[in-house]
């Protein structure tokens, strides 16, 4: 079921094409929601903090600085929802995109109704997040393995040395399904239905993309990794030892 959209959430349209950017206005303020847009972005940064933007639907080819460089800079900077306005043709674009912290993206033609969807679905996770930290922790567990704590109120992950850092919703999503069952291979499919509320193809590259950044924030090697290993043509299975 797709949550209600959020009261006063403010979308920001980042978008070159004229044509494109007036009909992704006028469907998201038909549906109630605060828009703002722009053709181009090179201070995207200041603009999602100075303007309280909850959503970015931001296109990867833009003049100036592009899609990929604004996304890596949002996400250093903000826990603001990004989805990506792709073209067919930028497969390795997308998952570049998703390494930099992307949550989801959409490939142009896109349906106006689906990229509705997944901007509720999005929008509902951004705003759960700023809830009350008492309230989730009350709902969401801390999981402590081999001297490594997921911090699942915060996403954060934390080493031995006390470093840490708070996980993308991707990430997190997908490691939390791998803890929540030690020991056991969960396939590809079962991964993708625990990090993606949207329909996804046969050949979608993101749980790969996932595990390779869990495993270096885990400090695996990836070539022989302890924490998420490999099940070759079946998925993969979370090996570390829970306390």
């Not at 959209?5 to 403010?10: I, Q, R």
């Not at 903000?78 to 912290?101: A, F, H, M, N, P």
């Not at 509320?197 to 924030?217: A, C, F, I, Q, Y």
């Not at 990836?222 to 290993?229: E, W």
């Amino acid at each position: 079921m797709v949550p209600d959209s959020p009261t006063n959430a403010h979308i920001l349209i980042v978008e070159d094409d004229f044509a494109s950017r007036s009909l992704l206005v006028s469907y998201f303020e038909r549906e109630g929601y605060r828009i703002s847009e722009t053709e181009q972005a090179d201070d995207l940064v200041k603009r999602v903090e100075d303007d309280n933007v909850d959503l970015v639907l931001l296109d990867i080819n833009l003049p100036g600085k592009d899609g990929l460089t604004l996304t890596r800079e949002l996400r250093a900077a903000s826990r603001v929802g990004i989805i990506l306005v792709t073209s067919k043709g930028d497969e390795i674009d997308r998952i570049v995109g998703l390494e930099l912290g992307a949550d989801d993206y959409v490939t142009k033609p896109f349906n106006p109704r689906e990229l509705l969807v997944r901007a509720k679905n999005l929008l509902w996770r951004v705003r759960s997040q700023d809830k009350d930290p008492r309230e989730n922790a009350r709902q969401v567990a801390v999981w402590n393995f081999e001297g490594w704590s997921l911090d699942g109120s915060k996403r954060l992950l934390t080493a031995s040395d006390e470093t840490s850092e708070r996980l993308p919703e991707g990430e997190f999503k997908l490691l939390h399904a791998l803890i929540a069952h030690p020991g056991q291979v969960l396939s590809r499919d079962q991964l993708m239905d625990a990090i993606h509320d949207r329909e996804w193809t046969p050949n979608d590259r993101s749980v790969d993309v996932l595990v390779g950044r869990l495993r270096r924030k885990l400090r695996d090697n990836p070539a022989d990794p302890h924490f998420i290993l490999t099940a070759h043509g079946a998925g993969y299975m979370f090996a570390g030892e829970l306390e």
